[in-house]
């Protein structure tokens, strides 16, 4: 292995930083030339139907600080925890001839400490979505 030279880190021969930076500021240039295009040449022509908030086609009625109830949040959190943990096996499971026995320990002890925790949650009531009144 040979200790890497900065004297051919920028020669147009060899690939290095110097194609990169000439692709950044290539990039960086189209980007602020066309945010320049847009600004210049758009429309600016104020109006009331502009300044109203789009709400999927439907027009907005009411306050827009409706609160959102707790469930709606938990049942988010809980789908993005159980879509990991549900990546995690996928990926095992594409391993699981090179893991052999100890991958097969081991994704065991991590499904048994998901069956705990969700145990937990149900335990505390977090799927309870009725309302105390």
Known sequence: MEPVSMSHAFSPWNPGALSLVLYGGAILIAIGSLLFLVAWLGEKKQHPEKQRPYEC?????????????????????????????????????VAFEDLGWT???????????LLFSLFYVLRKGAFHWKNPE
């Open 57 to 93: 086609g439907v027009i907005p009625t009411g306050s827009a600080r409706f609160l959102y109830p707790v469930p709606f949040y938990l049942v988010a959190v809980f789908f993005v925890i159980f879509d990991v943990e549900t990546a995690y096996i996928f990926a095992w499971a």
């Open 103 to 113: 991958g097969y320990l081991r994704i065991l002890f991590f499904i048994i400490v």
